[in-house]
């Protein structure tokens, strides 16, 4: 894979994004509220995604999982509702690890074709493709129906009279049948399960509640939780021969990485004996979901990955940058904290589980989260993301269903997102149906992003943060500006967020510091770019003298220097 390219991922969900059914029925079934289509993603549409700046096309919840939509008539075993969240289902509870979603084929015999006919066009239209790799846990009524005759399922020669085994799949209460106690029908009673199962988030109880994973269960990799954590990773567990079987099918479908969920709930040991198994038969990235920053360097390094989620770190200061509650000048400590390993972590201000900029949760208005977005995308070499719907402001604020009004993008439900709609229209996305403010904020990402994707500096170059020389600086405001250097040969990229709500005009001052650990020479004449309005100058940047920037609300400055 290139790797002197910026990453830059498009988060969608197949199942919303090209739902153009604007009626909503609350708690809707998929004739009531309609389903997104793989087929949506034209050759159009996918060309679009890439001119917004993108070069990785993240397709979230391919892989078949539960849900209350009846597919009997296809082969598929029907999954109770009482282990089904929502009515279109968690993409995460996955039912069949060898089987596509069935309601994002047109014809659902053939969604397998469909998906693959989709990668197609994806790698025609410039793309690469990621899809989840869901390994701590499955749906409770897991069952592969399509698996090739000599791949054993899961869970099929399992001893269910023991808690623990080595070579089981999955964790047992033997004697104990689950009881589910939350269920709004009777039918929701009636689910049965004996011996119970293990919940998904480590919940070893017959008796999850409504706020555990209690429609999945917990995979085994060999750790014996109730005696001290032991390991019993030699010989190679049963599981983990399994999840290889499962990476090599679908890498095999062309697929360019894969997004592991809740990576950290599995042992390091096992991605340290499957990544380097992928990556012999196949040219793959994997990008870990991890929160705890004391295991980053382990999963980095030991466990082979090649990205890791900032989310705790990067994500979790912007956003109180963006709302006022943080100075910007706490931006230095994430990187800082990082120790070294910044390039390999994804960042991003939304995804399927964080509340919309644009919601009343978070900012309000999905313009105040763009200087958030210009640090986010700029400050190092590292991928960034983008959500479906955040370049438009997509607001989440529909009370959808099992999700409810909670400034999220509702992965349960059957839906659509409005402002998808409105740019949609068979993906041409200037036919007057999307807002003027909607059209400004995706040409602002459409330009950010293509900086990224197309300017060297930015892909290769170092970084080096100006906040230590204007944290006293009365023409800066450290709490609502923030401001860096990046650098490659004969280049310097200058760039300024604003985070205030009004126009700016501050004065940069950039140490001697700066000058020597980049390497560019002070007050030589450049030839100086601004990258977003494309207007150029002669221009010089020295020491002796803070340098002027106008900065519009919002928003920020990217300043070119080419000597």
């Known amino acids: 894979m290139e790797t002197n390219k910026k990453m830059v991922i498009y988060q969608t969900l197949p199942r919303l994004f090209g739902n153009k059914q604007s009626s909503h029925v609350k708690y809707g079934n998929i004739e009531e509220n309609g389903v997104g289509k793989l087929s949506a993603y034209t050759e159009h549409v996918l060309t679009e995604i890439k001119a917004l700046g993108i070069s990785h096309i993240w397709y979230t919840g391919i892989i078949e999982h539960a849900t209350k939509s009846d597919f009997t008539a296809y082969g598929i075993p029907k999954d109770h509702n009482a282990v089904v969240k929502g009515t279109a289902g968690s993409p995460y509870a996955i039912k069949d690890y060898y089987d596509v979603d069935p309601a994002l084929a047109?014809?659902?015999?053939?969604?397998?074709?469909?998906?693959?006919?989709?990668?197609?066009?994806?790698?025609?239209?410039?793309?690469?493709?990621?899809?989840?790799?869901?390994?701590?846990?499955?749906?409770?009524?897991?069952?592969?129906?399509?698996?090739?005759?000599?791949?054993?399922?899961?869970?099929?020669?399992?001893?269910?009279?023991?808690?623990?085994?080595?070579?089981?799949?999955?964790?047992?209460l033997p004697g104990q049948a689950l009881e589910l106690h939350f269920g709004a029908k009777q039918e929701d009673f009636e689910y049965s399960e004996f011996p119970a199962k293990v919940t998904g988030n480590d919940c070893f109880s017959p008796n999850p509640s409504r706020n555990d994973?209690?429609?999945?269960?917990?995979?085994?990799?060999?750790?014996?939780?109730?005696?001290?954590?032991?390991?019993?990773?030699?010989?190679?567990?049963?599981?983990?021969?399994?999840?290889?079987?499962?990476?090599?099918?679908?890498?095999?479908?062309?697929v360019d990485a894969f997004r592991c969920d809740m990576a950290e709930m599995v042992p390091v040991a096992f991605w340290q004996w499957v990544i380097p198994k992928v990556k012999e038969q196949h040219d793959?990235?994997?990008?870990?979901?991890v929160?705890?920053?004391?295991?980053?360097?382990?999963?980095?390094?030991?466990?082979?990955?090649?990205?890791?989620?900032?989310?705790?770190?990067?994500?979790?200061?912007?956003?109180?940058?963006?709302?006022?509650?943080?100075?910007?000048?706490?931006?230095?400590?994430?990187?800082?904290?990082l120790d070294g390993i910044q390039s390999r972590m994804l960042n991003f201000l939304e995804n399927h589980d964080e509340q919309r900029i644009a919601s009343d949760f978070f900012a309000g208005d999905?313009?105040?989260?763009?200087?958030?977005?210009?640090?986010?995308?700029?400050?190092?070499?590292?991928?960034v993301m983008v959500y479906n719907g955040q370049e438009l402001g997509e607001r989440g604020m529909d009370e959808e269903g099992f999700s409810g009004l909670d400034g999220r993008t509702t992965i349960f439900d059957y839906w659509s997102m409005e402002s998808v709609r409105h740019w949609f229209n068979d993906g041409q996305p200037d036919d007057g149906q999307l807002t003027?403010?909607?059209?400004?904020?995706?040409?602002?990402?459409?330009?950010?992003?293509?900086?990224?994707?197309?300017?060297?500096?930015?892909?290769q170059g170092i970084f080096h943060d100006l906040t230590y020389a204007n944290l006293k600086n009365p023409y800066f405001n450290p709490h609502r500006q923030y401001a860096f250097l990046r650098k490659q040969e004969n280049e310097v990229i200058l760039v300024v967020a604003n985070f205030d709500k009004a126009e700016q005009t501050v004065r940069v001052?950039?140490?001697?510091?700066?000058?020597?650990?980049?390497?560019?020479?002070d007050n030589k004449a450049a030839r100086l770019?601004?990258?977003?309005?494309?207007?150029?100058?002669v221009s010089t940047l020295t020491d002796a003298w803070p340098y002027q920037v106008v900065l519009p609300p919002y928003s920020g400055r990217i300043l070119k220097f080419t000597y």
């Open 284 to 289: 793959v990235l994997f990008i870990a979901e």
């Open 366 to 383: 999905a313009r105040k989260g763009f200087p958030g977005m210009m640090v986010s995308t700029l400050m190092n070499t590292n991928p």
């Open 436 to 459: 003027k403010e909607q059209k400004e904020l995706r040409d602002k990402y459409k330009a950010l992003l293509n900086i990224a994707l197309t300017e060297p500096v930015i892909s």
């Open 509 to 521: 001052q950039i140490p001697e510091n700066a000058f020597r650990v980049c390497g560019i020479k």
């Open 213 to 254: 994973w209690y429609e999945t269960v917990k995979l085994n990799y060999g750790i014996d939780y109730l005696n001290g954590r032991t390991t019993h990773f030699d010989p190679v567990p049963n599981t983990w021969e399994k999840m290889l079987q499962i990476l090599l099918f679908w890498a095999s479908k062309g």
């Open 291 to 337: 929160y705890n920053p004391a295991e980053y360097h382990n999963y980095l390094i030991n466990g082979h990955f090649d990205y890791l989620y900032d989310k705790v770190g990067l994500y979790d200061t912007l956003r109180l940058v963006i709302t006022g509650e943080a100075p910007a000048s706490q931006i230095t400590g994430c990187w800082q904290a």
């Open 106 to 172: 047109d014809d659902i015999s053939c969604r397998m074709e469909e998906f693959e006919a989709l990668i197609k066009r994806t790698h025609e239209a410039g793309l690469k493709a990621i899809i989840d790799f869901v390994p701590n846990h499955v749906a409770r009524q897991y069952h592969s129906d399509v698996r090739a005759p000599f791949i054993e399922d899961l869970g099929q020669t399992d001893d269910t009279t023991k808690a623990f085994d080595a070579n089981n799949n999955f964790y047992y």
């Open 529 to 537: 770019t601004d990258l977003f309005t494309g207007q150029t100058s």
